[in-house]
């Protein structure tokens, strides 16, 4: 069973929409979890982060967590252009390693 | 605001040499780690670091590889006889301590053309 998976897409979403993307994790003892978003030829960088049961809000992002179902998902409201890029998922396993998806790219059609 | 820095941007080395990729982490974070992305693939776990020794490794890590900390400020990655296969971007990455402030931060990469 892969440690953390996303679907690759491409997601596409009209600008202005809402924009879904998810994630599942097999490490049923992993405590952090992470979004990053990935522009083609650049590094990671963290958009999300969240620790606990529940919903985090920041700014047009959200993300949520169901330790439960080990499931962690990112949520883009008001969807722009500049969102377009590949969607990275990362769980710390209980092992305190970073276990990346192999991401999520998302289109926002114009 | 703090960042990781990576040098070089760029490295081309031949099949058979050593490099050495440079990383100095944000200087409070206590974890350090080494990833790779292959072009088009995932990115690839490669090492984590703390309290001056790995903590953990991946398959991917293997003698050929080898992580220190000379200083107080930087990490290096060396990889003692490149082979083709390691042509990839290599992303040195830091993270704070304690259960909440475990949010890694990525340098920029380097990406090593092996030919």
């Known amino acids: 069973q892969k440690e953390v998976e996303q679907n690759s897409g491409p997601l596409s979403v009209p600008e202005g929409a809402i924009a879904s993307l998810n994630c599942t994790y097999s490490d049923r003892g992993s405590q952090s979890f992470f979004w990053y978003r990935q522009y083609s030829g650049k590094s990671p960088e963290l958009i999300m982060f969240i620790y606990s049961n529940g919903d985090k809000e920041d700014g047009r992002f959200t993300a949520q967590l169901n330790k439960a179902s080990q499931y962690v998902s990112l949520l883009i409201r008001d969807s722009q252009p500049s969102d377009s890029a590949t969607y990275l998922c990362a769980v710390m396993n209980r092992d305190d390693k970073i276990i990346f998806g192999k991401g999520t790219r998302l289109h926002i059609l114009p | 605001e703090p960042e990781v820095t990576q040098t070089p941007s760029h490295q081309v080395t031949q099949m058979g040499q050593e490099v050495i990729l440079r990383c100095v982490p944000i200087?409070?974070?206590?974890?350090f780690y080494w990833y790779r992305q292959i072009l088009g693939q995932k990115v690839e776990f490669l090492v984590s670091f703390y309290n001056n020794e790995i903590s953990e490794k991946s398959e991917i890590f293997d003698d050929q590889f080898s992580v220190e900390r000379p200083d107080g400020s930087n990490f290096t990655l060396k990889i003692r006889s490149t082979k083709l296969e390691d042509s990839a971007m290599y992303f040195c990455?830091?993270?704070?301590?304690?259960?909440?402030?475990?949010?890694?931060?990525f340098g920029q990469g380097t990406r090593l053309t092996v030919v």
């Open positions: 990455a830091s993270s704070g301590a304690g259960t909440e402030n475990t949010e890694a931060f």
């Open positions: 200087s409070n974070h206590l974890y």
